[in-house]
């Protein structure tokens, strides 16, 4: 299987603290991108970074590539309440998406 | 509204009573594709169209078909369901360019098969 992978499987903090999650994949890519999911509903996209960019910013995310790795991390500073979902990664590739197995973030207020 | 529609939202079937899960955009997207979520597997994808009249196998075909007759719409046929394909199921879109393939996903299709 091609599919990624994220790190950690589920990450708990406080409203205000910053929320890292990681991806690794395995093939080369075309593009990578990051969506949500809030629980069982369909995946909404937040950000989609070029395999020949190295970092992406989008309000307050931040996402960084490192293609001689096979990784990439997306960075929510400052978290609320309402970030509380899962987050995958995807890459494109061979005509094919690939999600990883997600992040699952919980925001205590 | 930019959107994927998917029918029904949620379904319990029997095995082996054949099904169809709808699907369709608004967005004149090249690209369409169904997917099943399971718990810990994260998302696998079943079948993608490049364009009408063109799709292809996933990671996950096996059980599954799909048709493309008309750009807008991608269903997904079970045509003998069986309890390993309960699943929660996704349909996305997305336009053909290898430096901008946002997918937009529909709400789900919770499928039991008892």
């Known amino acids: 299987s091609q599919q990624g992978e994220e790190d950690p499987q589920a990450l708990s903090i406080q409203e205000g603290e910053n929320a890292t999650m990681n991806c690794s994949y395995k093939?080369?890519?075309?593009?990578l991108q990051w969506y949500r999911q809030n629980s069982g509903r369909g995946l909404v996209h937040l950000i989609l970074i070029r395999s020949n960019e190295r970092e992406k910013h989008s309000g307050r995310l931040r996402v960084t590539l490192d293609t001689s790795k096979k990784s990439s991390s997306l960075l929510i500073t400052a978290s609320r309440a309402a970030d509380t979902a899962s987050y995958f990664c995807?890459?494109?590739?061979?005509?094919?998406?690939?999600f990883g197995t997600g992040t699952s973030l919980t925001v205590i207020p | 509204e930019a959107q994927v529609t998917q029918n029904p939202r949620y379904l319990i079937t029997v095995t082996g009573k054949k099904l169809t899960v709808t699907c369709s955009q608004n967005?004149?997207?090249?690209?369409m594709s169904w997917y099943r979520q399971d718990p810990g597997l994260g998302l696998r994808q079943i079948y993608y169209?490049?364009?009408?009249?063109?799709?292809d196998k996933g990671d996950v075909p096996e059980g599954y078909k799909v048709s493309r007759k008309e750009k807008r719409n991608f269903p997904l046929i079970l045509e003998s369901p069986s309890p390993n394909q309960t699943s929660l199921y996704f349909c996305?879109?997305?336009?053909?360019?290898?430096?901008?393939?946002?997918?937009?996903f529909g709400q789900g299709t919770r499928l039991t098969v008892v």
């Open positions: 996305a879109s997305s336009f053909l360019s290898t430096m901008n393939t946002e997918a937009f």
């Open positions: 967005m004149n997207h090249e690209y």
């Open positions: 169209s490049m364009n009408v009249e063109v799709t």
């Open positions: 995807a890459t494109y590739t061979g005509n094919q998406f690939y």
């Open positions: 093939t080369s890519i075309n593009n």
